[in-house]
C-alpha cells in the first residue's frame, strides 16, 4: 500500500518539487509561530514570555463573550461586511465590464488608471478629507442642496444611523477600481471570437455581457465570492479608526476596532489574541459553507 | 464596423457614466496634488481646493535634498522587483502543481492553507523566528516571507485551471516535463493573471512599512514608505510632548505629508500603465484556438 | 489527516527549539555588575574622570524619532564630554514589545511614561540608585532630583526610570511654570461687546449671545460662530477635565481619596450651560466630530469668538497665524467658568510624572559608561550643555541666564528644521529638565500668540502629583472597564450636545454613573485609591 503511494508520488515527482517550496514557506513563516494562539489562554506578558505568562483557562474568551458591548460589534462588523458584499462586490463586476466595454483605447487606459488611483491613498490622509466634505457646509451637502436632493444639510459622520452607508460608500469609492483589475484580467482570457460569432447571430451589447462576459469571468466571481464570505469577520480598521466619532460610535465600532481598543492599545495581547481566535474560527467555517455552496451551483469548488 | 442606434446609445451611456466616475475620483486626488504645492501654514486656514492659493516648491524641495530618500528609493525599488520575481516564481509553480486534482497531498495542503490564511501567531512569536532564522536586519526579511501566498496561489490556480488541457497535452507528447510545460505553455498563456498577482505584490513591497518598523534598526535598510510614515506621525510628535518647557519644533505641515505621499506614491502607480498591456482582450487566448 | 497531525507534531517541536533558541521568556540575571574603572566620587561625577570611550545604542520608543547622534552641535559636545557615543534607534510599542519578549534590548531605552512596561522596569533594567552606587554616586547625591528619587521608586524601593519633563513642588514654588488650559477670545469683540463677566453661567451665556446677535464675521468674511472647543478624540475635549479644573471641582476627597469629578454637582451645571449654548446656535453643528485640520482653519481665521482648550502648546500655528495678520484682534484669555459653589480655579499645570522614563536595560554592553551619560544630562552641567552648547561659543550668561548666541537664535526662529540639524540645541531632551529651562527662558520660551495666555494660567496652576498614572497601574480586568466606561463617557457627553433641554442632559449623566457602576466602576476607584495613597506616601517620605 505505502509503496504503491510512493510509486505514485514517484512519478510526478516533477509536480511535487514544484509545490513543495511553497509548503515549506507556510510551514514555515505560518504555522510554526502559531504556537502564539496559546497566549489567548494565558495572561500573557512579554517580559514573562510564553512559558512564564500564567495559564487563565478561558478567562480571555469569557471577557467578551460575556461583554454585551461585543454583540453588538458583532452585528455592526456582519452589517457593514453584508452591505459591502451586497454593494461594493457587484459595482466592481460592474465596474469592469463597462470598463471593458469601452472602445477608444486612450479613454479606456485613462479611465483604468485613473480608477485605481484611490486605493493608494492611506486612509489616515483620505479620511481627513472625507470628513471635511460630508460636513454640514461640506462639499457633499452643497451639491445635494445644489441639486434640491435634500432640504437641510444631513449628518453623514454626526448621526450613527447614517455610519454604515458612508463605511460602504466610502470604500467603494476608495478601492472600487482596484478591485476591477482581477476581473479585467479574467476578461481578457475571453475568446473575441465569441463576440464576433454573437454578433453575426445579432446579439446587442447587453445580450453579449449577459452570455459571454459574464459566463466567461464566472469562475472568478465565484473566487472572489467565496474570500469574501470567508473575510466577513475583518472590516477595514484603518477606515473605522478615521471616520469613527463619540456620535457614531455604537454603528461604527467592528470587531478590528474593539479588539484595539480593548486590547492591542492597552498591551493585552491575550484579549486579543483570544478574540482572534474567535473570529477565525467563525471565519473558515463561512468559508467552507460558502466554498460548499459554489461546488453546488459551479460544479466545481474554487479551492 | 457599422454600429446599431442601441450600441450607440450604450457606448454614449458607458462614456458619460465614466466621466462622472472619473470626477468623483479625480477630484480629491487633484486636492491633495493642489495642496502639496501650497505654503503649508497658509493651507492651515482651509480653502485651498483647485488651484494653490500661495504657490510653493518648498514642500517638494524639503523632501527631496532629504539625502536618505534617496537610499530608501534604491531599497524598496530593490525589494519590490526581486520580491515580485521571487513570489511569481514560488507562488506560480505551486498553483500550477495545485492546479493538477491527481495531485498527491493536494486535499492536505488546501486545507493547512486556509488555516493559515485565517489563523495566524500574531506578532510576538512570529518576530521570535524572524529572529532565531537570523532574518532581522538584512534585506531578505522582505522577501523570503513573501514568497508564497496561498492566497494568491488560489487565484493562480484558478486561471490556470482555465486553460485548456489539449494545449498542455500537446506538450506533453512532444516529451516536454511539467516544468516546460510550465515555462513555455502555462507562463505565457497567462500573462493577465501574473501581470494581475505581479501588481498586487508589487504594490503590496512597494507600500509595506510595517515588516522594517519590527524587523529593521539598520537605518540604511528602511525601505521609503517607513519615511512617509515617520512623516505621517510626525504630528503626533507634537501633542505627544506634556506640557513643561515650549519646544519650539520644525513643524511638519499637512501640506509636506501630502507632498511626501505624492513622491512616495508616484513611482508605483506609473507602473500600471506598463502592465496594462497584459490585460489586451483576448491577446493570447486568440492565438492559440485549436 | 494523519500527515496533518505529523506535521502539526513536527511544527511543535520545531516551534519550541525556535522559541528556546530565541530566548523566550524571562531572563536569567546577568550576574555581577563590572568593577568600576576609576574610583567612584561623591562630588565629582565619573564621566570627568572616566576617560574611556563607548558606543551605545538608546532606543526612543516613538515611531515618529528619526534623529542621528552626532551630527548636530549639541550631540557632538555631549559625545566630548563623556566619550559616549550613541546609535539612535526609533520605534512603537510593536517593537518595544517583541524586542522585550526576545530579550533583545538596547543599552538604554526612552518609553512614554504612561506606558504599563514601565511598572516591570525592574525584569529588564538595572536599578539607576545602584548602579549609581557603584560607578557614579554623584548621580543620586547631587545631579538628581531628591524629590523624583522618591516618586519613581518602585515596590522594591529602586529607581529604574529617570524622566524628562518632571515639574516637581520645587519647582512650582520657584515659579516660571505654565498651565495649558485656558479659555481664549478674539480681543476685537470681546472688547466690542463690552468686556462682560463670562465666568457665570448666566454671563458666559449672554456674552456668546450678544456675539451671534451682533452678526461679527471672522478674517475670511464668514459668521463668527461665537464659541468653539479643541477637537474631541477619544475624550470629549474640554468637558473631560479642563471644564472641572477650570471651576475648581477637587481631585481628592478631604481624606485624600480620588474625588469623582465627572459626578460633581457644579461640573452638571456647567455641562449644561454648554450644551444650551450649542442648543442654541452658539457653537458649529459638527462641534463634536469636528476634525483638527477644520479647527485649525477655523481658529487661524479668528472664526470662534471663545475658544476653549486644553492644550494651548498644540496650537501654536493657528493662533500665532491669525495674530500675525490680525494683531489687534489676537486672542486673548480672560476668566472663563468658575464655580457656582465659590471653589476656586485649579488648573492642571506639569505633573511630577513627566512624558517620558530612560532606563539602562540588563542588556547594556557597558553600564558604566551608560550611567555616566545618564549623569551628565541629569545634571545641571550637562543639561545646559544639551540646551545651549558651549559657554562663549554658543551662548553667553546675561544676569546668570544663559543666553543663546543672536545668530543662532535667528536661525532657529527663522529655520527650526535646519537649527535642529545643524546645531540640535535642546533636541536631544530624553532627560531634560524642563523645569530648569522654563525657569531661564520664561514668558519668552513661546510665540507671542501663547504668551498672554501662558501668563494668565500662572496664579491658577495647582498642580494634581497625587493623580498620577493613575490609570497605567490599573489591572487588567479593570482595565478593560475602564476603557468602556471611558467610551461611554464620551458618547454620553456627544449625546448631551445634541440635547432638548436640561433634563435630558440630566438623564444622560444619570445614564452614565449608572453604566459606570454596572460595569466594574467600584474596583476602579478602589485601585485608583491604593494607587493615590502610594503616590502621597512617595511625595511625601
Redesign the interface.
Known amino acids: 500500500m505505502i509503496k504503491m503511494r510512493f510509486k505514485k508520488i514517484l512519478k510526478q515527482w516533477q509536480l511535487q518539487v514544484m509545490i513543495w517550496p511553497g509548503i515549506l514557506l507556510l510551514v514555515v513563516f505560518a504555522f510554526i509561530p502559531m504556537f502564539g494562539l496559546m497566549i489567548a489562554f494565558q495572561r500573557y506578558h512579554p517580559l514573562d514570555g510564553f512559558l512564564g505568562s500564567p495559564a487563565v483557562g478561558l478567562e480571555n474568551f469569557a471577557a467578551f463573550l460575556k461583554d454585551e458591548d461585543f454583540y453588538r460589534v458583532l452585528t455592526n462588523t456582519l452589517a457593514i461586511s453584508l452591505l459591502k458584499l451586497a454593494i461594493g462586490f457587484p459595482f466592481e463586476i460592474f465596474l469592469a465590464i463597462m470598463i471593458y466595454e469601452l472602445k477608444m483605447g486612450a479613454f479606456k487606459r485613462v479611465v483604468q488608471t485613473v480608477s485605481y488611483l484611490p486605493h493608494f491613498i492611506s486612509w489616515v490622509v483620505l479620511g481627513g478629507m472625507l470628513i471635511t466634505w460630508l460636513g454640514g457646509d461640506g462639499l457633499l451637502n452643497s451639491a445635494l442642496l445644489w441639486l434640491h436632493a435634500i432640504k437641510e444639510p444631513v449628518s453623514f459622520l454626526g448621526k450613527a444611523d447614517n455610519y454604515w452607508l458612508v463605511a460602504v460608500l466610502s470604500e467603494v469609492w476608495k478601492d472600487a477600481g482596484w478591485g476591477t483589475i482581477l476581473y479585467l484580467a479574467a476578461m481578457s482570457g475571453i475568446d473575441p471570437g465569441l463576440y464576433e460569432a454573437a454578433t453575426i447571430d445579432g446579439a446587442g451589447r447587453v445580450q453579449k455581457i449577459m452570455r459571454i462576459t459574464l459566463p466567461g469571468i464566472a469562475g472568478i466571481i465565484a473566487l472572489m465570492f467565496v474570500l469574501r464570505i470567508g473575510g466577513m469577520l475583518g472590516a477595514n480598521l484603518d477606515q473605522v479608526l478615521i471616520l469613527q466619532n463619540p456620535l457614531n460610535m455604537t454603528r461604527s465600532e467592528i470587531i478590528d476596532s474593539y479588539v484595539y481598543h480593548m486590547g492591542l492599545s492597552k498591551g493585552d495581547f491575550s484579549f486579543a489574541t483570544a478574540i482572534g481566535i474567535f473570529t477565525s474560527a467563525v471565519s473558515v467555517i463561512l468559508l467552507v459553507i460558502a466554498n460548499f455552496a459554489t461546488k453546488k451551483i459551479n460544479d466545481r469548488p474554487i479551492f | 464596423m457599422k454600429l446599431t442606434r442601441s450600441e450607440k446609445v450604450f457606448d454614449v451611456c458607458n462614456i458619460v457614466f465614466m466621466c462622472f466616475f472619473l470626477a468623483i475620483i479625480l477630484f480629491p486626488l487633484f486636492n491633495i496634488i493642489v495642496l502639496s504645492f501650497n505654503d503649508g501654514l497658509d493651507a492651515i486656514k482651509g480653502g485651498v481646493f483647485l488651484w494653490p492659493r500661495k504657490f510653493t516648491l518648498k514642500n517638494y524641495q524639503t523632501i527631496l535634498k532629504d539625502t536618505t530618500v534617496y537610499r530608501a528609493f534604491a531599497v524598496t525599488a530593490a525589494k519590490t522587483l526581486i520580491g515580485i520575481a521571487g513570489h511569481l516564481f514560488i507562488t506560480g509553480i505551486a498553483g500550477y502543481a495545485m492546479s493538477k486534482p491527481y495531485l498527491i497531498g493536494r486535499g492536505m495542503f488546501i486545507k493547512m492553507g486556509i488555516i493559515t490564511m485565517y489563523f495566524s501567531g500574531g506578532m510576538i512569536p512570529t518576530f521570535l523566528l524572524i529572529k532565531a532564522l537570523g532574518l532581522t536586519n538584512t534585506f531578505w526579511v522582505y522577501i523570503v516571507p513573501t514568497l508564497f501566498s496561498f492566497y494568491d496561489m488560489i487565484i493562480l490556480m484558478n486561471f490556470f485551471r482555465n486553460i485548456p488541457i489539449s494545449m498542455e497535452e500537446s506538450a506533453e507528447i512532444d516529451g516536454a516535463n511539467f516544468f516546460q510545460v510550465f515555462l513555455k505553455i502555462i507562463f505565457p498563456l497567462s500573462m493577465p493573471v501574473f501581470a494581475t498577482i505581479a501588481l498586487f505584490h508589487g504594490v503590496y513591497q512597494w507600500n509595506d512599512f510595517f515588516t522594517a518598523k519590527l524587523y529593521v534598526t539598520d537605518k540604511e535598510l528602511f525601505p521609503i514608505q517607513y519615511y512617509l510614515y515617520q512623516v505621517l506621525t510626525s504630528q503626533a510628535a507634537a501633542s505627544t510632548a506634556k506640557a513643561g518647557v515650549y519646544v519650539a519644533k520644525e513643524f511638519t505641515t499637512k501640506s509636506i505629508q501630502l507632498a511626501t505621499m505624492v513622491v512616495t506614491t508616484l513611482p508605483i502607480i506609473l507602473i500600471y500603465p506598463f502592465l496594462q498591456k497584459y490585460f489586451i482582450s483576448g491577446m493570447l487566448v486568440g492565438g492559440v484556438k485549436e | 489527516?494523519k500527515?496533518?497531525k505529523k506535521?502539526?507534531a513536527a511544527?511543535?517541536g520545531?516551534?519550541?527549539l525556535?522559541?528556546s533558541?530565541?530566548g523566550?521568556?524571562?531572563k536569567a540575571d546577568s550576574g555581577e555588575l563590572a568593577e568600576p574603572e576609576i574610583k567612584a566620587d561623591k562630588e565629582v561625577p565619573s564621566w570627568k574622570a572616566d576617560n574611556s570611550s563607548a558606543d551605545l545604542s538608546w532606543y526612543i520608543n516613538?515611531?515618529?524619532f528619526?534623529q542621528e547622534w552626532g551630527v548636530d552641535l549639541s550631540s557632538k559636545f555631549i559625545t566630548e564630554d563623556t566619550h559616549v557615543n550613541i546609535t539612535y534607534?526609533?520605534?512603537?510599542?510593536?517593537?518595544l514589545?517583541?524586542m522585550?519578549?526576545?530579550n533583545?534590548l538596547p543599552d538604554i531605552l526612552t518609553i512614554?511614561g504612561e506606558?504599563?512596561?514601565v511598572k516591570?522596569a525592574h525584569?529588564?533594567a538595572y536599578p539607576l540608585d545602584e548602579l549609581a552606587a557603584k560607578y557614579d554616586p554623584y548621580f543620586t547625591e547631587h545631579a538628581a532630583k531628591k524629590e523624583i528619587l522618591n516618586f519613581f521608586r518602585l515596590d522594591d524601593g529602586h529607581i529604574y526610570g529617570y524622566p524628562?519633563?518632571s515639574?516637581t513642588k520645587a519647582d512650582y514654588d520657584g515659579g516660571m511654570i505654565?498651565?495649558?488650559e485656558a479659555l481664549l477670545v478674539r480681543k476685537d469683540i470681546y472688547a466690542a461687546i463690552g468686556s462682560p463677566d463670562m465666568t457665570t453661567p448666566q454671563g458666559f451665556l449672554s456674552a456668546l449671545k450678544a456675539v451671534k446677535d451682533d452678526g461679527f464675521t471672522d478674517?475670511?468674511g464668514k459668521e463668527i460662530i461665537p464659541f468653539g472647543m479643541r477637537d474631541?478624540g477619544s475624550g470629549?475635549s474640554v468637558l473631560d477635565q479642563t471644564l472641572e479644573n477650570f471651576i475648581g471641582v477637587p481631585s481628592l476627597t478631604d481624606n485624600n481619596e480620588y474625588y469623582d469629578r465627572h459626578a460633581d454637582a457644579d461640573t452638571l451645571v456647567w455641562i449644561k450651560t454648554i450644551a444650551q449654548a450649542v442648543r442654541e446656535g452658539f457653537a458649529?453643528?459638527?462641534m463634536?466630530?469636528?476634525?483638527s485640520?477644520?479647527k485649525?482653519?477655523?481658529v487661524?481665521?479668528g472664526g470662534y469668538f471663545a475658544y476653549f482648550t486644553e492644550?494651548l502648546?498644540?496650537d501654536p500655528?493657528?493662533l500665532s497665524?491669525f495674530m500675525k495678520e490680525n494683531p489687534d484682534k489676537a486672542y486673548i484669555a480672560v476668566e472663563g467658568p468658575k464655580s457656582t459653589m465659590g471653589r476656586s480655579r485649579a488648573l492642571?499645570?506639569?505633573?511630577i510624572e513627566?512624558?517620558t522614563q530612560t532606563f539602562i536595560s540588563k542588556s547594556c554592553k557597558n553600564p558604566q559608561k551608560a550611567i555616566e551619560l545618564v549623569t551628565y544630562l541629569v545634571s545641571e552641567e550637562g543639561d545646559t550643555v544639551m540646551n545651549y552648547g558651549r559657554l562663549g561659543e554658543t551662548y553667553t550668561l546675561v544676569n546668570g541666564v544663559p543666553t543663546l548666541n543672536a545668530d543662532l537664535l535667528e536661525i532657529?526662529?527663522s529655520d527650526?528644521?535646519l537649527f535642529?540639524k545643524e546645531y540640535g540645541l535642546?533636541t536631544h531632551?530624553w532627560l531634560?529638565d524642563?523645569?530648569r529651562?522654563?525657569k531661564f527662558?520664561g514668558l519668552d520660551?513661546?510665540?507671542t500668540s501663547?504668551q498672554q495666555p501662558k501668563e494668565w494660567t500662572q496664579p491658577y496652576l495647582k498642580p494634581q502629583f497625587e493623580l498620577s498614572g493613575l490609570d497605567s497601574c490599573l489591572s487588567?480586568?479593570a482595565?478593560?472597564n475602564n476603557?468602556?466606561i471611558k467610551?461611554d463617557w464620551?458618547?454620553k457627553?456627544?449625546?448631551m450636545m445634541?440635547t432638548e433641554d436640561d433634563a435630558e442632559v440630566e438623564a444622560l449623566m444619570a445614564a452614565h454613573l449608572q453604566y459606570r457602576d454596572a460595569n466594574g466602576w467600584a474596583q476602579i476607584v478602589e485601585e485608583y485609591n491604593t494607587k493615590i495613597k502610594e503616590n502621597i506616601e512617595k511625595l511625601n517620605p
Open positions: 489527516m500527515n496533518f506535521i502539526a511544527a511543535l520545531l516551534t519550541m525556535v522559541s533558541a530565541a523566550c521568556g524571562q516613538y515611531d515618529w528619526a534607534m526609533g520605534g512603537g510599542d510593536e517593537k514589545n517583541t522585550l519578549a526576545s533583545d512614554g506606558n504599563p512596561i516591570d525584569k529588564f524628562n519633563f515639574t505654565y498651565g495649558d478674517a475670511g474631541w470629549p458649529s453643528k459638527e463634536v466630530t469636528m476634525q485640520d477644520t485649525d482653519a477655523i487661524s481665521n492644550n502648546n498644540g500655528d493657528s497665524l492642571r499645570g506639569a505633573g513627566g512624558w532657529k526662529q527650526p528644521g535642529e535642546t531632551l531634560q524642563s523645569a529651562l522654563s527662558m520660551q513661546f510665540p501663547l487588567t480586568e482595565n478593560r476603557e468602556k467610551q464620551v458618547q457627553c456627544a449625546a445634541e
